[in-house]
């Protein structure tokens, strides 16, 4: 069964880190990209950060640039992202996903296979 199952979420103060884990099901992501988003309560699901199958080419999104990284270790069939600083506005629930293809797509669209999402929530 192919599936992606995120942990490593939780509560943490302003200014914190977090990382977060996704692994996938056995080759689940060969050849293909992950991202990361996120979704407030009331707001559309938005991109945080895109790892291409190599690892070599990432994508962030304005708001996680030089504060999240996202990498990927393929023996392990996991990606992570490691998010540092967060502050209040960071709380969402953080979805990892797999691109259609092995091109860093932005958009929720491009995206064929969901995890259930891990909770991450920032204290001020």
């Known amino acids: 069964q192919l599936q992606l199952v995120e942990s490593g979420g939780g509560l943490v103060q302003s200014g914190g880190s977090l990382r977060l884990s996704c692994e996938a099901s056995?080759?689940?992501?060969?050849?293909?990209?992950v991202g990361w988003f996120r979704q407030a309560p009331g707001q559309e699901r938005e991109f945080v950060a895109g790892v291409s199958w190599s690892g070599g080419s990432t994508h962030y999104a304005d708001s996680a640039k030089g504060r999240f990284t996202i990498s990927r270790d393929n023996a392990k069939f996991t990606v992570y992202l490691q998010m540092n600083s967060l502050k209040p506005e960071d709380t969402a629930v953080y979805y990892c996903?797999?691109?259609?293809?092995?091109?860093?797509?932005?958009?929720?669209?491009?995206?064929?296979?969901w995890g259930q999402g891990t909770q991450v929530t920032v204290s001020s």
């Open positions: 056995g080759d689940t992501l060969e050849y293909h990209s």
């Open positions: 996903a797999r691109a259609r293809y092995n091109d860093v797509y932005d958009v929720p669209g491009e995206y064929d296979l």
